[in-house]
């Protein structure tokens, strides 16, 4: 099947720094990628949609100017937490559906970033 | 909104035991619906999925059919192993939205 390669997989850094998360689409084109963040034991909460050459789509109570997000490529698309604090210490995993093909096929996750910010 | 509703764990089991994992959602129209599953520190990967009512999906001896009726798809195992315990999300979504999840239930199984 389809696979999305999520890097880092982990990732430690300080207070008040910026980490960017890569997320690939290794074998299919996706126009659409999408970012979710997981709480210890809960469920995965949508955070922005990604588009290809054009501005993310944020949920509502999503930060756009922390959770910054580029989609160059249709293959690619990063998330940067600018100036991170514990509080956005998570689990972060970003999601691509390939749109070519059959309609309603499976999304297809990345491996997910363990983001600690100390 | 879409939204999917599962029964909240944890659900503890004997090896071999029967598993019934309910899932609900409510939507307009006809989503698709999709089981995942998280073993700890890991991604989610596909367990199965049922694009069309009356569907059945069914992977690894799990499977789940898709109720338009009650809207439901309720994932089910005769005999449970060890290595599934793990958490399975529900989710349902459209082509080219994201897809929503339930909560997530924690399966525990003992031997």
């Known amino acids: 099947g389809a696979v999305v390669s999520q890097h880092p997989s982990w990732v430690i850094c300080k207070s008040g720094t910026s980490v960017k998360i890569e997320c690939r689409s290794l074998d299919f084109q996706a126009t659409t990628m999408f970012w979710y963040r997981q709480f210890p034991k809960q469920s995965l909460m949508l955070m922005a949609t990604?588009?290809?050459?054009?501005?993310?789509?944020?949920e509502q109570g999503v930060e756009k100017d922390k959770f910054l997000i580029n989609h160059a490529s249709l293959t690619l698309s990063t998330l940067t937490v600018t100036s991170a604090h514990p509080e956005d210490s998570s689990f972060y995993i970003c999601?691509?559906?390939?749109?070519?093909?059959?309609?309603?096929?499976?999304?297809?996750f990345g491996q997910g970033t363990r983001l600690t910010v100390v | 909104g879409d939204s999917v509703t599962q029964m909240e764990g944890p659900v503890t089991l004997s090896e071999e035991a029967f598993l019934t994992i309910n899932c609900t959602y409510t939507a307009t129209g006809y989503p698709s619906l999709f089981w995942y599953v998280q073993y700890p520190g890991e991604g989610l990967q596909l367990l199965l999925k049922?694009?069309?009512?009356?569907d059945k999906g069914s992977n690894k001896g799990f499977e789940a059919t898709y109720r338009k009726e009650t809207t439901s798809f309720h994932l089910e195992k005769g005999s449970v192993q060890v290595s599934d315990s793990a958490v399975y999300f529900c989710a349902a979504g459209r082509a080219g939205t994201a897809l929503i999840f339930g909560k997530g239930t924690t399966l525990s199984v003992s031997s």
């Open positions: 049922a694009t069309k009512a009356d």
């Open positions: 990604s588009n290809e050459g054009s501005k993310a789509t944020y």
């Open positions: 999601s691509a559906r390939d749109q070519q093909g059959a309609m309603n096929t499976e999304a297809f």
